[in-house]
C-alpha cells in the first residue's frame, strides 16, 4: 500500500492509497503505518488518518487470514502491537473517512478520537459473514461507544450501515459533503493544534480513563479468541465461499 506522512503546522496527515484493493490492511501494510507513527508525539501535535476516495479501509486482507491456522496465527501474533499503534498514540488523532470502513478499517477508525465522515461513508463489521469475528479490538470499542445490545446487533448480524446511522449512534461526530471531508478534517485539526499540547493529551487520557477501564485486557481477550477462530470450519468455509464468489 501507498502510506504517505506530510507534518505542516503541526499536523501530521497521513494518507492510505491503495483503492485497487480498497486500502485492505496486511500484516506489511500495518508494518508500514507503526514505521509513520514512530515518534509523531514528538514531531506533531495532532494527527489526521485518511484513505482514498473509495475506502478509508475494507478490512483485513482475507487472504492473509485464509492462509493462518489458529497456531499459527498465534505463533506469529498475527495482529500484534503495530495493528494498534494508532490507539496508542498519545496526541488527539482524528480519522476522515470516506468510501468504505469495513471490518478492521472501522476498527481503525474507532481507535481515532474523533471520525468525521462524508455522505459516502459506509461503516460494518462483516467478518461474521466469512466464520470469524472481530480482532482489532472491534467489540471492545465498539461497544465502549454504543453499549452492548447495539454492538451485538451490529457485530452479530454482519450488516452495512451509513455515515447518517454512525452520527446517530454517537460514532463519528459529523459529516460533511465529499468535497469538503479534508477541508473540514483539517480545520478541525487546526483548531485543536492551537489549544495546549499538554491539555489536549491529559484531555484525550482523562476520556480513555473514563470510557475503557479494562479496555486493554479486552481487546486482548478478543485477540485469542479471533485467532481461536482460524482452526473451525466456520472460518474456512466462510474464507473459502468469499473467495470462490471474488473469481467469478
Not at 501474533?77 to 471490518?103: C, H, M, N, Q, T
Not at 461507544?145 to 452495512?160: D, L, R
Amino acid at each position: 500500500m501507498s502510506i504517505s506522512l506530510s507534518i505542516q503546522d503541526s499536523i501530521a496527515t497521513i494518507i492510505m492509497d491503495n483503492p485497487s484493493k480498497l486500502n485492505a490492511l496486511s500484516d506489511s501494510v500495518m508494518g508500514e503505518l507503526n514505521e509513520k507513527l514512530l515518534n509523531i508525539e514528538q514531531r506533531a501535535s495532532v494527527l489526521v488518518i485518511t484513505g482514498c476516495e473509495k475506502a478509508f479501509a475494507a478490512g483485513v486482507e482475507v487472504g492473509e487470514i485464509n492462509a493462518r491456522s489458529y497456531e499459527g496465527a498465534h505463533i506469529d501474533e498475527f495482529i500484534d502491537y503495530r495493528w494498534e499503534r494508532v490507539f496508542d498514540v498519545k496526541i488527539p488523532v482524528i480519522a476522515a473517512v470516506s468510501g468504505y470502513a469495513l471490518g478492521g478499517g472501522f476498527e481503525l477508525a474507532l481507535m481515532c478520537d474523533i471520525i468525521i465522515a462524508s455522505r459516502s461513508a459506509v461503516f460494518g463489521f462483516p467478518e461474521v459473514n466469512l466464520g470469524i469475528m472481530p480482532g482489532m479490538g472491534g467489540t471492545q470499542l465498539l461497544t465502549s461507544i454504543v453499549g452492548p445490545k447495539v454492538a451485538s446487533e451490529i457485530i452479530m448480524t454482519g450488516e452495512f450501515f451509513s455515515a447518517m446511522k454512525a452520527l446517530d449512534l454517537h460514532i463519528i461526530s459529523q459529516i460533511v459533503a465529499e468535497e469538503d471531508l479534508m477541508k473540514a478534517t483539517m480545520l478541525l485539526a487546526k483548531n485543536i493544534s492551537q489549544k495546549s499540547s499538554m491539555s489536549t493529551r491529559l484531555i484525550k487520557e482523562a476520556i480513555r480513563v473514563a470510557q475503557n477501564q479494562g479496555l486493554n485486557s479486552g481487546i486482548r481477550t478478543e485477540r485469542i479468541m479471533f485467532r481461536s477462530m482460524f482452526s473451525t470450519d466456520s472460518k474456512r468455509n466462510g474464507i473459502r465461499d468469499f473467495l470462490q464468489k471474488k473469481k467469478h
